[in-house]
């Protein structure tokens, strides 16, 4: 009997000590988790991973750091271009080479004058699984530039996928170039939209004005065009210029700007996908305003209340 007892005793003796035990194991625990994460300073953004926003900076500050070298920018950009793009980037500035067509992308800096250029990446948002937007801010000497890098993941590493600054597109502008259509991607990969320019005639009637167009944006699906519309022959005075079109992964956007020397206007049409449909959502618009020393571009944004399906929307009413 009395073994029994201190049997039972020590047994609830050593129950209390291990739970006095692990309850400091637990608080341990927790001031840890507080301090890494109070330390961490690569924190997921918009539901991208630790893991990811880690390996995406990297790419970003090994590519970034490169091409703001001054030596590398002119003697090595091939180089670098093979390393960090997107095979369909790398295809498409190589089509453009070979077509003569001169498209420059390391606009951050004038290899010329360059005076200490740095760079600091804001934010990283993923937009799909394999997709991700970086927003970039380049400062060299007193000018600063901010920038959206595209990347996507590709053989398990992170390839910029396009540039895209305010008022364009860098792959968009490649396309337009070379007449090819704007594949859509993810659940839209059915669907491409690309521009067709009017040939130039200058033996028209004064009655053909009207029916007269700039050309005609087409939406097709596997191909086949089933919507399209016309941009307006404009008033050519307002130096009317197309700028491309955009995959978005929600849909699409349509980029054209008009104007006069620096007073000019920039302006996007962004289309979703919604309903079996292309809505026209809002129109992003960029107009020149005069600033001390200079020109400087101001934002607006129009969300439309009543989106227009594609079919329905007329360049010409976003002009002027």
Not at 89 to 109: A, D, E, P, Y
Request: proline residues 2%; hydrophobic residues 35%.
């Amino acid at each position: 009997m009395l073994l029994a007892k201190l049997y039972f005793g020590d047994q609830k003796k050593m129950i209390i000590i291990m739970n006095k035990y692990f309850l400091v194991l637990l608080l341990t625990i927790f001031i840890v988790s507080c301090e890494s994460s109070k330390n961490n300073t690569n924190k997921p953004t918009n539901n991208a991973t630790k893991d990811t926003v880690i390996a995406v900076r990297d790419t970003i500050r090994i590519y970034l750091n490169r091409m703001l070298n001054t030596d590398v920018v002119r003697f090595e950009q091939r180089l670098l271009d093979s390393m960090f793009f997107s095979n369909e980037l790398l295809s498409l500035q190589k089509q453009s080479t070979k077509k003569g067509f001169n498209n420059n992308r390391n606009h951050w800096v004038d290899n010329e004058f360059v005076d200490k250029p740095s760079f600091k990446i804001e934010t990283i948002e993923r937009i799909q699984d394999s997709t991700i937007y970086a927003d970039i801010t380049i400062r060299n000497g007193e000018s600063k530039f901010s920038e959206k890098m595209v990347l996507i993941l590709e053989n398990a590493s992170w390839k910029v996928d396009d540039f895209v600054h305010e008022t364009y597109s860098y792959k968009a502008n490649i396309r337009k170039s070379l007449n090819l259509p704007t594949p859509l991607k993810g659940t839209l990969s059915d669907f491409s939209v690309k521009y067709n320019q009017d040939e130039e005639d200058d033996h028209f009637d004064e009655e053909e004005i009207i029916d007269r167009t700039y050309g005609h944006i087409c939406l097709m699906k596997k191909g086949k065009i089933i919507s399209k519309i016309k941009i307006p022959d404009m008033d050519r005075n307002a130096e009317f210029e197309f700028g491309g079109i955009e995959n978005t992964y929600m849909g699409f956007n349509i980029y054209f700007n008009y104007g006069h020397d620096h007073l000019r206007c920039y302006k996007i049409l962004v289309f979703e996908f919604d309903r079996n449909q292309f809505f026209l959502r809002k129109i992003i618009k960029y107009g020149t305003i005069v600033v001390e020393g200079g020109f400087d571009l101001e934002k607006t944004i129009k969300v439309l209340e009543k989106p227009f399906t594609f079919d329905k929307v007329n360049i010409g009413d976003f002009v002027g």
